[in-house]
């Protein structure tokens, strides 16, 4: 998604929590590639309590090391030209239906 994506590419952590209702489970498939590197934490919706994510927060404020790694994995699976990749494949299939 959109987000998790601008998110990595500047390097920033993320807490990301998925929706069970999303449709394909696209949320939770578009989070693993940063999650698999380490920069970041997926919880599901229902499982979420506001002292879960107080606990969390708090976790990685007070661990800047870590909190700092966690932002350059994320930064790793960040891909800049994403927009433009998939502008030129859309151009190449329009073309070759046409």
């Given at each position: 998604s959109s987000p998790v994506?601008?998110?990595a590419v500047i390097g920033r952590p993320?807490?990301?929590i998925t929706d069970p209702h999303a449709l394909d489970h696209d949320q939770a498939t578009?989070?693993?590639p940063v999650d698999a590197e380490g920069g970041a934490l997926i919880f599901q919706?229902?499982?979420l309590t506001p002292e879960?994510?107080?606990d969390e927060l708090n976790s990685a404020m007070s661990d800047t090391k870590k909190l700092a790694l966690a932002a350059k994995n994320a930064k790793k699976t960040g891909i800049p030209e994403a927009t433009h990749i998939l502008a030129d494949m859309?151009?190449?299939l329009v073309a070759a239906n046409k």
């Open positions: 994506s601008e998110l993320e807490i990301l578009n989070a693993a919706q229902a499982a879960v994510l107080t859309l151009e190449v």
